[in-house]
């Protein structure tokens, strides 16, 4: 079963404007993490953003915050001041649980995001 | 990415040939990590070693073997490619706790 699901395939925004990649999961452990990577189309991963399952507050990095919906199971990336170097594919990911196999990520299938001028 | 480093960048095999995926890194990290990402996916877990010493199998582990031969280095190995293994391969590392996976800059495998 997918415990990942990111719902947009791709997005247009404008430069300068704010936008909100989706992301919602499942999973049954208490403890997980939610991850936010980045790939532009040089392909390399690049981590933006880390939320906790225990965690209180929304995680803020510079211009990246999660909206993270604990009960409805979302953690949603917003992007803020959208620049052109934006443009790349999103991936939200899961870390479940704890012992050895923690460290195991699941993957959306991406969101692919263009910032126009 | 100086701190996870993969070779090949690419590499073209026939169908039947064998390889293997080398991963090092400079991190001192514990946990290593083998995905593959194929077009309009996420990444797939294929292979991982919490520790050096341990390995176990991921989500997609079929047709892979791995060896973590020491804490720096977690190699890949196809050991008759398939077309159907024609992807992107990143290795990645972990320290513990809440930290990010660090992540290579990936190898290109064509399998023809």
């Known amino acids: 079963a997918q415990k990942i699901t990111q719902t947009q395939p791709g997005m247009f925004v404008q430069e300068k404007e704010a936008v909100t990649l989706d992301c919602t999961y499942d999973?049954?452990?208490?403890?997980?993490?939610l991850f936010w990577y980045k790939q532009p189309s040089s392909g390399e991963m690049i981590f933006l953003i880390y939320?906790?399952?225990?965690?209180?507050q929304n995680a803020t990095e510079g211009r990246y915050s999660l909206n993270f919906q604990k009960a409805r199971k979302s953690a949603n990336l917003v992007i803020s001041a959208s620049q052109l170097g934006d443009s790349a594919m999103y991936f939200c990911a899961m870390r479940e649980g704890l012992g050895d196999s923690w460290g195991k990520l699941q993957f959306g299938a991406g969101t692919q995001v263009v910032v126009t001028p | 990415n100086a701190g996870v480093t993969q070779t090949p960048k690419f590499q073209v095999l026939k169908t039947g040939q064998s390889m293997t995926l080398q991963c090092a890194q400079d991190m001192n990290h514990n946990s290593m990590y083998w995905y593959r990402q194929d077009p309009g996916m996420g990444l797939r877990l294929i292979y991982y070693s919490a520790s050096e010493g341990t390995t176990d199998k991921g989500e997609v582990p079929n047709g892979y073997n791995v060896s973590r031969l020491n804490k720096r280095e977690f190699s890949l190995r196809l050991e008759s490619a398939a077309p159907s293994q024609t992807s992107v391969y990143f290795c990645a590392t972990l320290q513990y706790g809440n930290q990010p996976q660090h992540f290579g800059d990936g190898t290109r495998l064509s399998i023809l």
């Open positions: 999973t049954s452990d208490p403890s997980y993490g």
């Open positions: 939320q906790g399952s225990y965690d209180q």
